[in-house]
C-alpha cells in the first residue's frame, strides 16, 4: 500500500517558526521545519496506546515485540512525508524502505523502546533523522510520554524543548570529568554478552560512577543535555542510531561507533560527552570481534 492510501488526512499545518530552534530555514527545501512537525505527528500518535492493558503485542521475525502503536505512529509520518516530500526516500522500521528520487532521505523509529512502551514505561521514543546525499544532516529524538525534545541539525546547534515548554533551549553534553566520575547509560545490559563482550562491559561498569539502563533514545538524550556522560550500545539498527551524530555532535559530544569511526551505519555505538572517549574505546575495541544484531 502506497504511503498516502491510509486514510489519513492530506494536509497538516507547518511547524511555526515561533516554536522553532533555527526559525524558518530556507536550506533543504524547508525539511528542516517539517522535521519537527512530521516527528511531532509521529511521537503523538504513540500516545493514545501507552498504558493501554489491552495492547496486542506481536512478534516480528528477529522475535523483537511490535505493536499497532509503532505501526500508526510510523504510518502517520510516511504520509505526512509523502505528502510534502513525494520525491523524498523513507526508511522507517516497521513499513520498510520507499526508494525516493530527491538526494534526501527520511529515517523513522516510531518507538525506540517498544518494550518499555509496552511495560508502560515513560522512557520510550521517537526518532527521526534526515540525510542528504547518505549523510545525516538533522536529528530528533522525541519523549512523547515526558513531552521532551531534542532536535539538531547541522550548523544551527542542538536544542532542547521541556515538558510544557513552548521555547527551546541550547542542548548540551556535561562539562569534562574523568571516566571515574562518569554516569553510564545503556539499553540492555544482555546485549553485550550477545555479542562477545560481557567482560567489556564489566570492565566498564567498574571504571564509572554508577550505570543505569536507561537506554534506547533516552540515553542518547541524556547524554546530549549532559544529564549521563555516555551512552553505549553493543547492538543497533540503522533507524536506532539515524539521528544521533548530528544531535550528539551539535551538542559538543562524541558519537561513533565502537572502532571510532563517525557513523550511522555500524551494528554498535557509542555516545559521549567527549573527552573521556578515547578511554571508552579503548576498553570496547578488545572485545574482539563484534557480532550484528
Given amino acids: 500500500m502506497d504511503d498516502r492510501d491510509r486514510g489519513m488526512p492530506t494536509s497538516v499545518p507547518a511547524a511555526e517558526p515561533s516554536n522553532s530552534p533555527w526559525g524558518a530555514p530556507t536550506e533543504h527545501g524547508g525539511r528542516l521545519m517539517a522535521l519537527l512537525r512530521a516527528g511531532g505527528i509521529a511521537a503523538e500518535a504513540t500516545l493514545p496506546f501507552f498504558g493501554s492493558h489491552q495492547l496486542l503485542v506481536e512478534s516480528k521475525e528477529d522475535q523483537s515485540p511490535v505493536t499497532i502503536a509503532d505501526r500508526t505512529a510510523e504510518a502517520q509520518f510516511r504520509h505526512w512525508i509523502s505528502t510534502h516530500f513525494p520525491g523524498d526516500a523513507i526508511l522507517g522500521e516497521e ?68 515538558h510544557g515548554a ?43 560512577r554508577f550505570t543505569r539502563t536507561w537506554g534506547d533514545g533516552y540515553g542518547y538524550l541524556l547524554v546530549a543535555t549532559g544529564r549521563a556522560d555516555l551512552m553505549v550500545d553493543p547492538i543497533v539498527n ?45 576498553l570496547l575495541r578488545p572485545s574482539g570481534s563484534i557480532a550484528g544484531p
Fill in 95 to 162: 513499513h520498510g524502505e520507499r526508494e525516493g528520487s530527491s538526494a534526501y532521505r527520511w529515517v523513522v523509529d516510531p518507538i525506540d523502546g517498544t518494550k518499555s512502551f509496552i511495560a508502560g514505561v515513560p522512557l520510550y521514543s521517537t526518532l527521526v533523522a534526515l540525510e542528504h546525499g547518505g549523510e545525516p544532516i538533522a536529528g530528533g529524538i522525541w519523549i512523547p510520554a515526558l513531552g521532551e525534545i531534542v532536535v539538531a541539525a547541522t550548523g544551527l546547534g542542538c536544542w532542547h524543548q521541556r
Fill in 166 to 208: 513552548r521555547g527551546w533551549e541550547p542542548a548540551r553534553v556535561a562539562p569534562p570529568r574523568p571516566l571515574s566520575e562518569a554516569i553510564l547509560v545503556t539499553t540492555a545490559i544482555d546485549s553485550f554478552a550477545a555479542v562477545g563482550a560481557a567482560s567489556t562491559f564489566g570492565q566498564l561498569q567498574n571504571e564509572v
Fill in 238 to 282: 540503522p533507524w536506532d542510531v539515524a539521528p544521533l551524530l548530528p544531535v550528539i555532535r551539535e551538542a559538543g559530544g562524541i558519537f561513533t561507533d565502537w572502532e571510532g569511526k563517525a557513523t550511522t551505519r555500524s551494528t554498535h555505538a557509542v555516545a559521549s560527552s567527549g573527552p573521556l572517549h578515547a578511554e571508552v574505546l579503548r
